[in-house]
C-alpha cells in the first residue's frame, strides 16, 4: 500500500510539471504571434496595405483577450474610511457606476473623502427649539453633570450675548421675521455665541453647549459645518407638548428671565406670546431625512428620548443622562449628624456615637422636620454610621441607608486627631493640604472617590423632592457642591456647619440656599487650608488652622453651667 501510494504522489508532480511546462509553450507561443502582428501591422501601415482577413484575426484576438481579463477584474473604490473591493464579473461596470455617485456627491457639495473626526475630539452640543420648551435649564443641568463628571463643560447663552447689544428689552418686535434690525442682531449675538464656544473648545475644554433657538435648517448647516475644524456637533432638540408642564416654563421665564423683570406681570404675558407667535412661525424641525445631522430628540424633559446618528463616548454618557432626566420643582435638605463623640476630641472617621449636644440637636431636628411632614410627607436618607442613624431616629419618615453617603475613609490615619497626624504622619499631612481633592490617605479614599461613589445617589436625588440627606461633612461638601455648580477644587473647604439644616428650592435653573440654623451648641469642625504646604514645615505651621476640641479648650466649657459654679 505505500508503494502505491508514493506511485501515485509522484504521478502527480510529473502531471503538474507536464501543465507548467505545457503552459510556458503556449505563453511563449501567443507572444511570438503578437509580436509577428505587430511587426506585420507596422509593415503594411507603413505601405498603407492591410489584409481584411489579418485585421478580422486582430479584432478577434482583442476581444478574447478583454473578456479573459474581464472575468478576472478588480476594480478598487475608494471610500471615507475604507477601500471596497469588488471581484466579480462585470467590475468595470460597477467601478464607473462608483465613479458617477462620487460626482454626482461632489456635485451636491458631498464628500466621500471627507475627513472623519476623532471621537475624542471636544465636543459642541447645539440646542434646538421653540422658547419655553426647558432648553436653558436642560443645559445648565447637563453642564453641572459634565463638570462633575471630568468634563470641562461652560454654556453659551445666545439671549445674554443679545441683552450685550441691547441696553433695554423693548418689545417682542425684535423676534419678528420681517424685522431687519432685530434679526441682524439675533444673527450676531448668535454668531458671537458660537463664536465663544469654538475658543473654549479650542482653548483645550471638552464640551461647549450653545443655548439657542436654532430653528431654522440654514442655522444647523452652519453649526454643523463646525465639523471641519475637528469638533464633534451634537444637536438637541427639546420638545414640549405638556401643557402643564409647558405652563410651569413659562411660569418660570415670566419669573426669572431679565428681559421681563421691569414688565408688569400682564405685560410680559402678553409679550412672550407674541414672541411665540413669532418663533413658532420660522420654526423648521429637525427632519432627519433631509439633515445630515447627530441629534437626540427629548419630549416633555426626558419623558421620550430618540436618537440618530449618535455615536462616540461622550454622546453616549449624555444620551444616558437624558434618558433618566425629569423636570420637577425640588426641594431638598442636607444637615450633617448631631456632634459626635470624636467630633468633641478632635478624632476624624470612625463610628462614633453621639455626644449629649448631638443628642439633643437629634431632638431638635425630629421636631422641626416632623412639623414640615404634616404639610407634604418626605423621605430620608442616611448613611450607614452609626452617628447619621442615631440622628435621624426620631424623624417620623422612611429612611433608607446607604454606603455611598458614608463618610470620606482616612485609611491608616482613622481615627486619628491632626495633632497625631502630624505627628506620625506628616509628610502625608502636607500632601493632602498641598491638594486635598485629589489627596487619598493611604489605604483610603480621596474627595475624587467620594465623588465617584456619590454618582447614582446624585441621579436618583436630582429628580427626587422633598429628601432629608444626614450625612457627612466630606460628603455633603460633594452633594452640595453639585447642585450649587461648585468648582471641583473648592469642594474640600466649603462651609457645611454641624447642627445646621442647608435647604435648597430650585430656581429656574439654579438653586436657593438657606441655612437653618439650631440653636444647640456644638464644636467647630473647619479646618482652611494653610498657608504653609510644604513637607519642610514646622508643627506650628501645620496645625495653625486646626480647629479647637476638647483636649485644646478649657476644661470648663465642656461642663454644665451648675458644675461650673460648684
Known amino acids: 500500500m505505500a508503494l502505491v501510494s508514493v506511485q501515485g504522489e509522484w504521478y502527480i508532480y510529473f502531471w503538474l510539471l507536464y501543465c507548467k511546462i505545457y503552459s510556458a509553450i503556449i505563453w511563449l507561443f501567443g507572444n511570438h504571434c503578437r509580436g509577428a502582428d505587430k511587426v506585420r501591422s507596422v509593415i503594411t501601415g507603413g505601405t498603407g496595405v492591410q489584409s481584411s482577413g489579418s485585421i478580422q484575426r486582430a479584432r478577434t484576438r482583442r476581444k478574447k483577450a478583454q473578456q479573459h481579463r ?27 457606476m462608483m465613479e458617477d455617485k462620487e460626482k454626482t456627491l461632489h456635485g451636491a457639495g458631498v464628500s466621500m473623502r471627507t475627513r472623519r473626526v476623532s471621537p475624542f475630539a471636544p465636543l459642541l452640543i447645539a440646542l434646538v427649539g421653540l422658547p419655553a420648551r426647558g432648553k436653558s435649564q436642560l443645559a445648565h443641568r447637563l453642564s453641572r453633570h459634565l463638570n ?21 428689552y423693548g418689545s417682542h418686535d425684535i423676534f419678528r421675521a420681517d424685522n431687519q434690525q432685530g434679526s441682524a442682531i439675533r444673527r450676531q449675538s448668535a454668531r458671537e455665541a458660537a463664536q465663544d464656544a469654538v475658543h473654549w473648545l479650542k482653548d483645550g475644554n471638552s464640551v461647549a453647549i450653545f443655548d439657542g433657538t436654532n430653528i431654522t435648517r440654514e442655522q444647523r448647516q452652519d453649526l454643523n459645518g463646525l465639523s471641519e475644524m475637528g469638533f464633534r456637533i451634537l444637536f438637541i432638540e427639546c420638545v414640549c407638548e405638556d401643557q402643564d408642564l409647558l405652563e410651569r416654563n413659562i411660569i418660570e421665564i415670566l419669573h426669572y428671565s431679565a428681559d421681563y423683570k421691569n414688565m408688569s406681570e400682564d405685560g410680559a404675558v402678553d409679550d412672550l406670546r407674541k414672541k411665540l407667535e413669532h418663533y413658532m412661525r420660522q420654526y423648521e424641525p429637525i427632519d432627519v431625512g433631509v439633515e445630515n445631522i447627530a441629534v437626540v430628540r427629548v419630549e416633555n424633559m426626558g419623558e421620550t428620548v430618540t436618537a440618530h446618528k449618535v455615536s462616540g463616548q461622550k454622546e453616549s454618557g449624555i444620551l444616558g443622562y437624558l434618558s433618566g432626566m425629569r ?72 429612611k433608607c441607608a446607604l454606603r455611598a453617603l458614608n463618610e470620606l475613609d482616612a485609611g491608616i490615619c482613622e481615627g486619628l ?41 446624585l441621579s436618583a436625588l436630582e429628580d427626587d423632592h422633598n429628601v432629608i440627606v444626614v450625612g457627612h461633612q466630606a460628603v455633603l461638601r460633594c452633594m452640595l457642591g453639585y447642585f450649587l455648580d461648585a468648582k471641583l477644587d473648592e469642594l474640600p473647604y466649603m462651609t457645611v456647619p454641624l447642627h445646621t439644616i442647608v435647604k435648597l428650592t430650585s430656581y429656574g435653573y439654579t438653586y436657593k440656599v438657606e441655612m437653618i440654623k439650631m440653636p ?5 469642625t473647619h479646618r482652611k487650608q494653610p498657608k504653609n504646604c510644604s513637607i519642610t514645615r514646622t508643627t506650628a505651621d501645620a496645625l495653625v488652622t486646626v480647629p479647637s476640641h476638647y483636649d485644646t479648650l478649657p476644661s470648663n466649657l465642656w461642663q454644665n453651667p451648675s458644675e461650673a459654679q460648684i
Open 417 to 457: 486627631t491632626y495633632e497625631e497626624m502630624q505627628e506620625r504622619f506628616p509628610q502625608e499631612f502636607a500632601w493632602r493640604d498641598q491638594d486635598k481633592l485629589r489627596y487619598r490617605y493611604p489605604w483610603g479614599e480621596s474627595y475624587i472617590d467620594i465623588m465617584t461613589r456619590l454618582r447614582p445617589v
Open 148 to 168: 462633575w463628571n471630568g468634563e470641562s463643560t461652560k454654556v453659551f447663552d445666545s439671549s445674554e450675548y443679545r441683552r450685550r447689544h441691547m441696553a433695554l
Open 327 to 398: 423636570a420637577l420643582p425640588q426641594t431638598l435638605y442636607f444637615t450633617r449628624h448631631g456632634e459626635s463623640e470624636y467630633n468633641v476630641l478632635g478624632r476624624i472617621g470612625g463610628d462614633a456615637a453621639l455626644s449629649a449636644r448631638g443628642e439633643m440637636y437629634a431632638r431638635a431636628l425630629a421636631e422641626h422636620m416632623n412639623g414640615l411632614a404634616t404639610r407634604e410627607p418626605f423621605s430620608i436618607w442616611t448613611s450607614e454610621l452609626r452617628r447619621t442613624k442615631q440622628t435621624a431616629a426620631d424623624i417620623r419618615a422612611p
Open 520 to 524: 444647640v451648641d456644638c464644636v467647630d
Open 70 to 96: 474581464v472575468k478576472y477584474i478588480v476594480a478598487l473604490t475608494r471610500r471615507s474610511s475604507a477601500r471596497r473591493i469588488i471581484m466579480a464579473p462585470g467590475a468595470s461596470a460597477a467601478h464607473v
